[in-house]
């Protein structure tokens, strides 16, 4: 198939990167709704050994752990859409 | 033409383009442009950067003007306090942005990325100082062609250190926008800032400086969503920036005291300007390229050139498709009346949810473990929870009365109530109603919340009443 010859030949630094980058975006988005609706300081009680963080420092844990959610997601849909090498 | 020959160069011209997206990027060393459109683009730079920086400095009745007070959950813009509870707003808002950028969109095309996106705006900050360190396209390309020297090095450094300056600035003052600023800047002379806030400030500065000195026109070609799916909102009477071929063509160079029609050329004497000075290093007159960001540096060139040679201005020019083809440019069509209309219309919600936003939320919740109870003397009584928000940026004293129902008795711990600046507190609150004057089994009931202190705060919300089959 020709379009997939073309695609295989995009550099994996490339590959990588933009994986990363739409799931920064998303990630940013993900954690602005869902940190207008729930304080994490609410959320203290619920979560056992909940760090004793500020919020920002919430804030900041729960948009590295979105980033990290969406962009395995993305590297893993990547990973799978290239064939394993033929040997 | 035959149609398979022409999806078969549309297949070629797709293929070029995917090609040019994945190849090694060449270095682009942009040449400084001066004309109407570079003027226009300055002072954009000058403004939205004076905003930016400023902004966080300017007080608005003894409070910072745009404070995104994450810490304490409330947002201070211009005397207005919203709380999480106002994300509608800010929803709002953010459609309102979508639907602006379509229009113009539409209207104009890509105005946004040639003037006012910050990936431009902050490049051009960042190609002054490289010009004004490193001097002007030819020197730059030479010292970086030259090998490593005690001169180039110091060269190298100065624009490092500008740089650097420059972006731990822009970091903290995106920092400051979400942390009061005057405690922000103490805490940072004294060397006493919070790990989150180093922290932020160092991830926005790093990301200027990759984007605004490294990454630049790649951007706008491989990151960007708005550049893949603006030419959805394209049509033949939006404006772009275009080459006039019929003009240029057949192009090439001549004395300037040449007629150019005895020599059978056109107007362009492809002194290739055009392509010395774009951001992107596309060439405009190959016609309308995705990677075209609409800064018009090109239109000032040749604008300058044509003027230089004596030939009338324009050859590269502000038009529209229909102007190109010799056809009428319509600026009213059905388009921009659509997305006029739902720009406007949204921004009146907007403008009508603000003005008459209540600062005062109230939820009613009815106790989940019974239905009702009968407390003697032939009264029923029910059990609810009340959730009273104040979103007020002063804490406010409350009643809580009720109606619906005749004889209807609203029984609280407290006859009043306060409830702090942003706080949500739970009342519980009990009805009772003799049965003969229920009726049926079920009956609606209205809270009022009115603030004590404040008569005009004032809200209500419906429940139900419920009792025995009668």
């Known amino acids: ?87 | 033409m035959d149609q398979k020959v022409m999806d078969r160069r549309r297949d070629a011209r797709d293929r070029e383009v995917e090609k040019a997206l994945y190849a090694r990027r060449e270095k682009i060393y942009p040449r400084e442009v001066h004309g109407l459109f570079a003027y226009l683009r300055i002072t954009a730079v000058v403004v939205l950067l004076g905003i930016f920086y400023g902004l966080p400095w300017l007080d608005w009745n003894g409070q910072q003007s745009v404070l995104l007070d994450m810490p304490n959950r409330k947002f201070h813009l211009f005397g207005l306090t919203l709380w999480p509870q106002d994300f509608l707003y800010l929803a709002f808002l953010l459609i309102i942005a979508a639907f602006s950028l379509f229009f113009f969109t539409a209207l104009a095309g890509r105005l946004w990325c040639g003037y006012a996106c910050p990936q431009t705006v902050w490049t051009e900050v960042f190609l002054w100082m490289e010009q004004w360190v490193e001097g002007d396209r030819n020197k730059r390309m030479k010292l970086d062609r030259e090998p490593m020297s005690w001169h180039k090095f110091r060269i190298k450094a100065t624009k490092q250190f500008l740089w650097l300056t420059f972006s731990a600035f822009t970091g903290f003052t995106f920092v400051s926008y979400f942390s009061p600023q005057d405690e922000l800047f103490q805490r940072l002379m004294s060397l006493q800032l919070g790990p989150w806030e180093s922290f932020w400030m160092f991830f926005y500065g790093l990301a200027t400086y990759g984007n605004a000195g490294y990454l630049r026109e790649q951007v706008c070609k491989y990151m960007c969503p708005y550049a893949r799916f603006q030419s959805a909102m394209f049509d033949k009477d939006t404006l772009i920036i275009s080459y006039d071929a019929k003009r240029g063509e057949p192009r090439g160079p001549r004395k300037r005291s040449a007629n150019p029609r005895e020599l059978g050329l056109g107007d362009c004497i492809d002194c290739t300007m055009c392509v010395q000075v774009c951001p992107t290093g596309i060439d405009i007159r190959d016609g309308l390229q995705y990677e075209c960001i609409g800064c018009a540096a090109c239109i000032d060139i040749c604008d300058e050139v044509m003027e230089k040679m004596g030939y009338p201005k324009g050859l590269i020019r502000y038009t529209t498709q229909n102007a190109i083809e010799g056809k009428q440019t319509h600026l009213i069509r059905p388009r921009m009346i659509v997305y006029g209309l739902l720009l406007l219309g949204m921004m009146v919600a907007l403008g009508y949810a603000v003005a008459t936003r209540n600062p005062i939320g109230l939820d009613v919740l009815r106790d989940r473990n019974s239905l009702f109870r009968e407390v003697g003397a032939g009264l029923i009584e029910n059990v609810y929870t009340l959730k009273v928000m104040n979103m007020d940026d002063r804490p406010h004293e409350y009643r809580v009365t009720a109606e619906g129902l005749p004889e209807l008795q609203v029984l609280t711990d407290r006859p009043t109530f306060t409830v702090r600046s942003g706080e949500v507190v739970e009342v519980p609150v009990r009805l009772r109603v003799p049965e003969d004057a229920l009726g049926s089994r079920r009956a609606d009931v209205t809270f009022i919340l009115q603030s004590v202190d404040a008569p005009e705060l004032q809200t209500s919300e419906e429940s139900r009443f419920l009792g025995p089959m009668p």
């Open chain 1, 1 to 87: 198939m020709q379009v997939f010859d073309e695609v295989k030949e995009i550099p994996r630094a490339q590959r990588i990167i933009s994986a990363l980058w739409i799931a920064f975006f998303n990630a940013a988005v993900a954690t602005a709704v869902f940190f207008a609706l729930i304080d994490p300081m609410e959320l203290e009680p619920c979560i056992p050994h909940f760090p004793q963080a500020s919020r920002i420092g919430a804030y900041t844990i729960g948009f590295l752990l979105f980033w990290l959610l969406t962009a395995a997601t993305s590297l893993f849909t990547i990973t799978f859409l290239y064939p394993g090498k033929r040997s």
